[in-house]
């Protein structure tokens, strides 16, 4: 659907990845009066299953450095966004960041941004300005070029910001990352990775120029072609801001994946 999906990209590029939201898990019982017993039969001995080891980490981060201590991860919004102010300005965050719970629901849209779409309600950065524009007839509606202006700054925001300040930043603050990722109720899996997964993802979105064809099967537009429309929802809010727009933030994107790589390497 042709939401403001692009508010999600433009998060996990400036902070490259915060995470989580708890997840809660609800059992239901049944009222159904319960089967009749069956008859006993002989016990078989089972072995006991072993348990699963962790999946292999592939892009681990070195070892913080000598630092002060983190703040839990409940208390972290405020240092959070004093150190993306150093990073990008405090202008900057108080123009487009929420700033609650700002850890929890970067690493939630960072996590479904490969997903078919990424709920409203953990969106990490304010509305852009202006409303969806659509060109064309009525049984030809097309994407209006003009919306590609209303993402222009921020775009222009994650193009200036410092790559390796950027990563340094993540770096020093990825307990809490890896801690909100965990409480999402996955099994055991190292953040980092997901996120040079996400990155990868982005990255291999087409280049779509010239008129984009819509559809309008419901309320909210989609693109017209399936095989836009089957596209992940990090992945169409790319195509939706226009081909210059989405060239900068994946060249940001690459930059960022250098980064996080050269770090692995000790570099």
Not at 59 to 80: A, F, I, T, W, Y
Request: negative net charge.
């Amino acid at each position: 659907m042709l939401n403001e999906n692009f508010k999600y990209i433009a998060a996990a590029v400036a902070v490259v990845g915060l995470s989580v939201g708890a997840v809660i898990y609800i059992s239901m019982r049944s009222n159904r009066a319960p089967p009749p017993a069956a008859k006993p039969v002989a016990a078989v001995p089972v072995k006991p299953a072993m348990p699963e080891e962790p999946p292999a980490i592939k892009h681990p981060l070195p070892p913080p450095e000598k630092q002060e201590p983190l703040p839990p991860l409940n208390e972290s919004d405020v240092p959070m966004q004093d150190a993306l102010a150093d990073l990008i300005g405090k202008e900057s965050v108080e123009r487009f960041l929420i700033p609650e719970d700002l850890v929890r629901h970067i690493v939630v849209t960072v996590d479904n941004l490969s997903t078919e779409k990424v709920a409203e309600r953990v969106r990490p950065l304010k509305r852009v300005q202006g409303t969806f524009e659509v060109d064309g007839s009525e049984e030809a509606p097309v994407l209006d070029p003009a919306n590609y202006a209303r993402y222009k700054p921020l775009v222009q925001l994650i193009s200036s910001i410092d790559t390796h300040r950027l990563a340094a930043t993540y770096a020093r603050h990825y307990p809490l990352f890896q801690e909100a990722y965990e409480s999402l109720g996955h099994p055991p899996q190292y953040f980092n990775d997901r996120l040079i997964e996400v990155i990868d993802e982005l990255l291999a979105t087409p280049d779509v120029k010239g008129p984009i064809a819509l559809a309008q099967p419901n309320v909210l537009y989609e693109f017209a072609d399936p095989k836009l429309e089957s596209r992940s929802a990090g992945q169409k809010a790319l195509i939706r801001m226009g081909s210059v727009n989405a060239t900068a933030v994946k060249d940001k994107l690459r930059e960022v994946r250098g980064e996080l790589i050269a770090k692995q390497l000790g570099d």
